[in-house]
């Protein structure tokens, strides 16, 4: 069964350092999406591309974060300088068109010292 | 923005015990879906209700839609440890924008 690949599954950093995280969809789905949870809570949305096109970032703290999917393949969220308040999982997810169902990478936990 | 409070936050039963878990919105929803995450896991897709008093069942688990569409709830009966994680509800805002709900911790003892 095709997944969501996420990687890498651990990142611990220093504040102001920067920190990359990939997801690769499951193959053939146009929509990607990246979502932040914080510990005890839901996820919240942070990005969403159709193929590569970003379809909606209100979300995303463009300060610091970035976020791209340029072939609209895989994607890569950028945090930059990261903070101490940046630590959560940050989960990806793709479907097949943006009415279809998501389907959840395992996430990237990222803990920031 | 909308919100979607769930109740309760936790809850921990026996196994065999049955449980259930509220979602309630300020707003008429257009549709909603409930997700499972295990400890240490990723969200889980597995229902969407659409339909006012809409009611689908998973073998033990029945979801039900309000006849107002303002609230979902999620029954499980005679629980199993395999039914240890977090249930959410999320609210599809339009074009699959999810809006998740805070969430019920499900822990079950043998």
């Known amino acids: 069964e095709a997944e969501v690949a996420q990687s890498p599954r651990y990142k611990i950093t220093e504040k102001s350092q920067a920190v990359a995280f990939w997801c690769d969809p499951i193959s053939g789905h146009a929509t990607l999406y990246w979502y932040r949870q914080i510990l005890g809570q839901g996820p919240e949305l942070l990005v969403q591309?159709?193929?590569?096109?970003?379809?909606?970032d209100s979300q995303l703290p463009k300060d610091r974060f970035s976020a791209e999917r340029l072939k609209g393949v895989d994607s890569t969220l950028k945090i930059q300088p990261a903070e101490l308040g940046d630590s959560a999982m940050y989960l990806c997810?793709?479907?097949?068109?943006?009415?279809?169902?998501?389907?959840f990478g395992p996430g990237t936990r990222l803990l920031v010292l | 923005g909308q919100q979607v409070m769930q109740i309760p936050q936790y809850q921990h039963v026996q196994e065999g015990e049955d449980f259930t878990t509220y979602c309630n919105s300020s707003?008429?929803?257009?549709?909603i879906q409930w997700y499972k995450q295990r400890p240490g896991g990723h969200p889980v897709f597995l229902i969407q209700l659409v339909k006012s008093g809409e009611v689908k069942k998973q073998k033990r688990l029945t979801f039900q839609f309000g006849e107002a569409k303002k609230n979902s709830s999620l029954h499980i009966t005679a629980t199993q440890t395999t039914d240890v994680g977090t249930y959410f509800c999320?609210?599809?805002?339009?074009?699959?924008?999810?809006?998740f709900g805070t969430g019920t911790r499900l822990l079950v003892s043998p």
């Open positions: 997810a793709s479907s097949r068109d943006i009415r279809e169902t998501q389907y």
């Open positions: 999320a609210l599809n805002t339009g074009f699959q924008k999810l809006v």
């Open positions: 591309f159709q193929d590569e096109s970003v379809v909606d």
């Open positions: 707003t008429t929803l257009s549709n």
